[in-house]
């Protein structure tokens, strides 16, 4: 990377002397706009403050090298100059300072500073650190491989570079050469904590580690930053790939209005940065390049301080915010029509359920040229460990069906950045049990997404995992983990028990707008076989089908457990014993009609899977059985599930005795019929 930290030449940087005034202008802007917000503060008028004071030059700097009509932008809470040099005004700010229902980021559902803007390329920020990373690479991995000619910049402070999203977001941009610049505010303090207790050497070091260039600039300097900026976004657009930008600078004030910062750095310290001032620094500039008279001085401050006036009573007078409701979920699914008849078989050449779900991954490609799907593994020759993906890489490309390193907050992450730039992705997990490490992505930013940004912006992503035990899995490749994703709002959460289901649900999650998580059960991969439909099936999401249908007793059941409640339904019939069968299939959302015709029918439920007992979803069924239709009930709501222990044994012999069977159904199924 060109080394520009020295250059003193605005000219020799390719800036014009409008562009040289226009930075400092938008810098003095961002100081005065800061200044007001913690005088609003201290007024008792806002709760909160994220303070820009001292970091002007560099997020100046930076924006000033990108274009908002192409590039992509993934910027951090502190970065007010950055937002406003990109396009923002002080009134957007200032709507998001006042928590006002039109502030166009979040509609006053998220705290200052989280920013937001779909018309400038600027991706929706959270609070939770680090996260942005994954998601820059997604936007970078899918701009790249759809031909669009725009570059990423994803910047934090020095603290996030502890996380491991930062680290698995450099890992991948460097291994896929993305047209990507990381760009770290090292501002000396992670809140509290010093650098030197957070970073082993340099920020900048550690991109030689990722295959990328790292380089450090001084962060009070704008067109330092700039000229470095600029050679990285030249990088960027000329196929060279990422590259890695620690900027020093400092903030003059707390973390935020809730810090004391008083208690960890001393007031000598903070005047020793404020000798080097950025705008200061700047200005020097142009008066001594004869560009910044007293007459050019007073009109720019004059501008700044009505500008920021206007702004502020633009937004104090905003209408409040009042919406809490709207925008969890793009495609609204309410079942209102509960299944009165057995589902009918569908029609088609007999699969197992692991062959249905590569053909129709092989018919949703051929459909939608935008469709992608990653994970560990998932790429030829191998296709999956289940071989649930074989022939994808083979036949669309290594650009739509890739192998991601073993880092699953970054698979999830990918998949809310490649939505964003308009893919539709499908993030895939090895096991159910591996997922873990991405249940932040999942929860902070691929179900929150829509209703944070008040439906600007949203995660079409599919997650599919295998879950489920059975297959002598052990502790961990056996795990059922619905009751977790089941109780995230912005979710939505299937699990098929036919191979025509796991064909037709996923039809229909690749098709809605909203994040579909399908749990496939393992066992099921090559234990379940029946008809699929040729071409495009569609299962909707949020409706159960009723299997069975008897008048003694509704067995309510998903996945594995359906495929098992059917055998046993049938065998009950030979003890006179007739059970309805419920295949959920659906459980966020449920199809609750359907439950409530069950009960009314016969007035018993027994409510099998093979997660625990305890806090497991059938508590939640129960629950609503309980609240809804007591007065139907003939019997105390009854749940057959695995005991209370951690998973089920890798031993055949004890998982035998662990794992719900169809026996164990058949005996429940009897004692609740005789009661």
Known sequence: MLELDNVRDHSALGLSEDQLIDMYRKMLLARKLDERVWALNRQGRVPFVVSVAGHEGTQVGAAFALDPTKDWS??????????????????????????????????????????????????????????????ACGIAHQLKTSGQPGVVMVSSGEGATSEGDWHEAMNFAGVHKLPIIFLVENNLYAISTPTKQEVAGTVAERAVGYGMPGVVVDGNDVLAVYGVMSAAVQRARAGEGPSLIEAKTYRYYAHTSDDDDKVYRSAEEVELWRRKDPILVLKQYLVESRLLGEELELEI????????????????????????????????????????????????????????????????FEEYDDTSIFGEDVGDPKGGVFKATVGLTDKFGANRSFNTPLAEALIIGLGVGIGAAGGRPIAEIQFADFIHPGFDQILSEVAKLRYRTNGRW??????????????????????????????????????????????????????????????????????????????????????????????????IAYGTMAHFAVEAADRLLTEDIEASVLDLRSIRPLDWPSIERAVRRNGKVLIVHEDTKFAGFGAEIAAQIVEKSLDWLDAPVRRYCSPEIPTFPYSSTLEEQVFPSVDGIIEEARSLAAY
Not at 77 to 86: H, T
Not at 480 to 509: M, N, Q, R
Not at 512 to 525: A, C, F, G, Q, R
């Open 301 to 364: 401050e004059t501008g700044v301080t009505n500008e920021i006036a206007a702004a502020v009573k633009e937004a104090d007078e905003a209408p409040e915010a009042l919406d809490w409701e709207t925008n969890v979920y793009g495609k609204v699914i309410v079942p209102n029509d509960p299944a009165t008849e057995v589902e009918p078989e569908p029609v088609g050449e007999s699969l197992n359920m692991i062959t249905s779900i590569n053909r129709t991954l092989h018919n949703i």
């Open 458 to 555: 949203a995660s079409p992503l599919v997650i599919r995992t295998p879950y489920g035990g059975g297959i002598h899995g052990a502790l961990y490749h056996s795990q059922s983990i619905e009751a977790f994703y089941a109780h995230i709002p912005g979710l939505k959460v299937v699990v098929p028990s036919t191979p025509a289901d796991a064909a037709g649900l996923l039809w229909s999650a690749v098709e809605d707008p909203d994040p579909v998580m399908i749990l496939e059960p393992k066992k099921l991969y090559r234990l379940s076989t029946g008809p699929c439909p040729e071409g495009a099936h569609r299962v909707p999401i949020g409706k159960a089908a009723l299997r069975r249908i008897g008048d003694d007793l509704t067995i």
């Open 74 to 135: 993934l910027p951090y809470y502190r970065d007010v100059a950055f937002n406003l040099a990109m396009g923002s005004t002080p009134a957007d700010l200032f709507l998001a300072v006042f928590a006002k229902g039109t502030d166009p980021a979040n509609a006053g559902r998220q705290m200052p500073n989280h920013w937001s803007e779909p018309d400038l390329n600027i991706f929706s920020h959270s609070s939770v650190i680090a996260t942005q990373f994954p998601h």
